[in-house]
Each structure stands twice: as structure tokens, then as C-alpha cells.
């Protein structure tokens, strides 16, 4: 009997969680697993929500207990086991039945697939799903790229399993094909960032200050209650307050110092490049995290070349010195989410997606891994200067960069003197520098490719290219 509204394929922790909020505020839902014996488990586990869960135990079935057109979602790995799945599914689905890739995909994939199923009658969503475990259960933050017309089959269900902030769903259909997965990548880069920042900034506290971690999670907490509220400052002043129950030391000291990380900021990192933008606070979070795996070679060049003694800085000049600490931070902020929105810029202009800016602001707020109340800002700006070319310069974020980037240059500046790494406070300054600088430095690097190549320059007030009175220089 066909009355499920949506499917779902795939019950990892994702998968299962997902399953449960939609079955719980949203529609019956159909659900398999390629392992049978999980399907089971999930649904003598479902409680009183069994009876809107339909455990299948065939692809077949799964679709027979699904409305047409029917919805299905994918939660399984990404790549060739998202592939794979398609494939399984295509010769049992119906005209306008929609598949959605919920996991983290690349969106070139996500493109690919939607290009290969148009004709078919077939229709493909590419939803980027934000919030980890708890927000799939409870409320994520969705972003949605395929068709109008398969959106609206889904709308509902979708909005009625989103975060909230203030009432609304953070959830919005963003544009065609790859564009949703596309701003999760994105958001995950602009993630990235946040986190590094952050672990600088207790680095600095640490090894410089040689603050404890529950003091350090005392000076986060109180960052928390101010401008810098956000859902990751919370979790960091409980990670750092937070005991281990085998030692009793605070649990960040007994952690390997060691970052993994799944692709996503690797991706937003590469995607920046190929479009022409710079978002050098993203690409220094990541390769933070490369040279963090490199463990045994760090170890051996701290015996090698040993570390410098904690920062000059007097009990009286402490907490002026920590104050600091917090309006670089933001100003670090800005800065990234800055290069963040101007990579999903230009994307929209590459891949005619028309991105709303504002909307996207809107639907991270909460759900998301990055939600803050920075991001109401962030929306507001964008409503109030639909054109600005970059975040940085409009009104609002404008004066909070004037106000805090002479703290963001003195922290990045203390802790280089005192060699403490700052690499991605330190690209967010150099990226505030090189932006807000009219007349740079690529004339001289245009010069040195026309002497050595021949590419050729463009000249101040005049059209076309021209090349320097190198001949005789090059023969010297």
C-alpha cells in the first residue's frame, strides 16, 4: 500500500536519525538498509513512531510503499556507493519520482548525476544536510539544489523537520543541480575556518599564557554571553571544562593533537581556486590540519629546534591582553565568512545559480555547525547591499573591522614574535591588508612574467597588452 510520503536508504548514524525526525514531525516514511538485520534493529527501536516507519526488505518494496511521485533519500557513503544506489533504483522508479543525495557530496558529482538523469523522467536533488547526529534527529539546516517543481514535492516534509530560528524553517531550495551541495561545501570550509581560529586563540592561552583548560573554558563561556555567541564558542567552553573519566585530567589534554577531516574543507579550498577568489583563512585552516597529522615530524623539530618561553605579558596586562583576544577573533570572523561568500559568489555567476545571499545567511543561523547570531548580521548586510562585492565592506561589517582589526594585528603580531602558530588569524589579516589596498604589489609579479615569458602587462589608462624593454636585460 503506497501512503509512505518519502523514503529514506541508509541507516548509519545519519541515516536512522533523519529517518526518526521525519517520521516524528513530518510524514510516514519508508526506510531500507542494504544490511536487513539494521533495518530490523532500527525499527524495534523506533518506539511509538513504528507505526509510521515502513522497515522494507527489498528496494522493491521500499518503493511500492512510497506516494508517487515518490521522494527517496539517500544516506549512504558518498561516491561510488551513491552511484551504485541510482543505478539500483532507476529501472524501479516512476515519471517524476525525485532521488535526493542527502550526504556530503561533492557537487561536480552532484551535477554529473543530475545531468545524467534529465530526460529520464527521473528528477535529482542534491540536499546538504548541517548539524551532525543531533541536528539530523532533532533540526538540521538543509540546503536544497535541484528543480522548482521537485522542491515543492518535498517542501513540506523538508521545513517540517528543520531547525528553527524565530519561527522560520532553515531550509531553502537555492537553485539547480549541484547548487545546494555546493553551499554546504562552503559552509564546511567557512567551518573549518571558525574552528582553527578558535584553537588558535586557546593555543595562544595555553602555550603563551599558560592558562589551564577550565580557565581557558571559563574565558570562552563569557565570550559566549557577548558578540562572539555562536554554537561553536558554546561547545568549546564545555570541551574545555570537560573531565576525563579514566585520568581526571581535563579531556583536551589527553587528546591526540591530531585533526582529521573528511574532504569538505578540502573541496571549498580547491573550489576557491578554480573560481579565481581568494579564501586564504580557509585554505590555511585546512593545511592546519594536514601539518597536524604530521605528529612524529612535528616532535622531531621541536627537539631539533626546541620552543620559545610563554609571552611577556604581566598578571595587570592579562585580561586587557584576553579582551584583545576576543575582538580578533571577530575580526578573524568577518573575514572568513567574508571569502566564504564571495567564493559562493562567484560560483553563482559560474553555474547560473543566482544564490540568495540573505536566505543563505538566514538558513544557518540554527541547525547548522557555524549558527551564530553574527549570521542574522550577515543577512541583513546582504538585504541592505544586495551588490557589495565583498562582506568586509559593507556598512555594518565595515565599522566592526575598524574597530577590531588593530586587535586582530596585535594578537597575529605578539604570537609571531613569540613563535605561536597563527596561520589562519594570520591569512585573515593578510587578506583584510591585501583587500583594503588599492595600489598593490602584482605590478612588479606582472613584470617578472612578461621578462621571463613574454605574457605581457596591462598599463594604467591604456587598453590592450604591452610588453617591457626587457630584450637587452634578458642577454645581460
Known amino acids: 500500500m503506497s501512503d509512505a510520503e518519502i523514503g529514506l536508504i541508509g541507516l548509519g548514524v545519519m541515516g536512522r536519525n533523519l529517518a526518526l525526525n521525519i517520521a516524528e514531525n513530518a510524514a510516514k516514511i519508508a526506510v531500507f538498509n542494504r544490511t536487513s538485520a539494521r533495518t530490523d534493529e532500527f525499527f524495534e527501536t523506533a518506539g511509538d513512531l513504528q507505526e509510521r516507519i515502513v522497515a522494507c526488505e527489498s528496494l522493491e518494496d521500499l518503493v511500492a510503499a ?32 525525485i532521488i535526493i543525495d542527502a550526504g556530503n557530496a561533492n557537487f561536480h558529482d552532484t551535477r554529473r548525476r543530475s ?11 542534491g540536499m546538504g544536510v548541517s548539524g551532525g547526529e543531533e541536528g539530523a534527529r532533532h533540526g538540521p539546516s538543509m540546503m536544497v539544489g535541484g528543480t522548482p517543481q521537485s522542491y515543492d514535492r518535498i517542501k513540506s516534509t523538508v521545513e517540517a523537520i528543520a531547525a528553527r530560528y524565530e519561527g522560520e524553517p532553515c531550509v531553502a531550495h537555492l537553485g539547480s543541480d549541484g547548487a545546494g551541495h555546493f553551499v554546504k561545501t562552503i559552509h564546511n570550509g567557512i567551518e573549518y575556518a571558525d574552528m582553527q581560529m578558535i584553537a588558535e586563540i586557546y593555543g595562544i592561552m595555553r602555550d603563551g599564557l599558560n592558562m589551564d583548560a577550565a580557565t581557558i573554558g571559563d574565558v570562552f563561556e563569557r565570550w ?31 587528546i591526540k593533537d591530531s585533526a582529521g577531516q573528511k574532504g569538505t574543507g578540502r573541496w571549498s579550498a580547491i573550489e576557491s581556486q578554480m573560481l579565481g577568489v581568494p579564501a586564504t583563512t580557509i585554505e590555511a585552516a585546512v593545511a592546519a590540519r594536514a601539518l597536524s597529522a604530521l605528529r612524529g615530524e612535528r616532535m622531531a623539530a621541536e627537539e631539533a629546534f626546541g620552543l620559545p618561553s610563554a609571552l611577556p605579558i604581566s598578571d595587570a596586562d592579562r585580561d586587557r591582553f584576553i579582551d584583545q583576544l ?25 553555474y547560473g545559480w543566482t544564490l540568495p545571499m540573505p536566505t543563505i545567511a538566514r538558513i544557518w543561523r540554527a541547525g547548522c555547525i557555524i549558527r551564530s547570531q553574527f549570521l542574522d548580521e550577515i543577512a541583513s ?40 602558530p597563527v596561520p589562519a588569524l594570520g ?37 590592450g597588452a604591452h610588453h617591457g624593454p626587457w630584450s637587452s636585460a634578458a642577454n645581460d
Open 66 to 97: 512510497i506516494r508517487p511521485p515518490r521522494p527517496i533519500i539517500i544516506m549512504v557513503q558518498a561516491g561510488e556507493a551513491v552511484d551504485a544506489q541510482i543505478e539500483a533504483l532507476r529501472p524501479l522508479l516512476g515519471d517524476k519520482d
Open 115 to 125: 545531468d545524467a538523469l534529465d530526460g529520464s523522467g527521473l528528477t535529482f536533488i
Open 224 to 254: 559566549n554571553g557577548g558578540r562572539l555567541n555562536s554554537y561553536l564558542i558554546e561547545i568549546t567552553g564545555k570541551v574545555l571544562k570537560a573531565d576525563d573519566g579514566k585520568t581526571g585530567r581535563p579531556i583536551v589534554d589527553v
Open 326 to 350: 576576543e575582538a580578533a577573533l571577530m575580526a578573524g570572523k568577518i573575514a572568513a565568512y567574508a571569502q566564504g561568500f564571495a567564493v559562493m559568489s562567484a560560483a553563482s555567476d559560474e
Open 381 to 420: 548586510a546582504f538585504d541592505d547591499n544586495p551588490d557589495a562585492a565583498n562582506l568586509m565592506v559593507t556598512p555594518k561589517f565595515a565599522d566592526l573591522m575598524r574597530q577590531s582589526d588593530r586587535n586582530l594585528r596585535a594578537v597575529v603580531s605578539i604570537a609571531t614574535t613569540a613563535g605561536l
Open 427 to 463: 591569512s585573515a589579516l593578510a587578506y583584510f591588508d591585501g583587500y583594503r589596498r588599492g595600489r598593490g604589489t602584482a605590478n612588479l609579479v606582472q613584470a617578472q612574467r612578461d621578462f621571463f615569458g613574454a605574457h605581457g602587462f596591462e598599463r594604467l589608462g591604456e587598453d
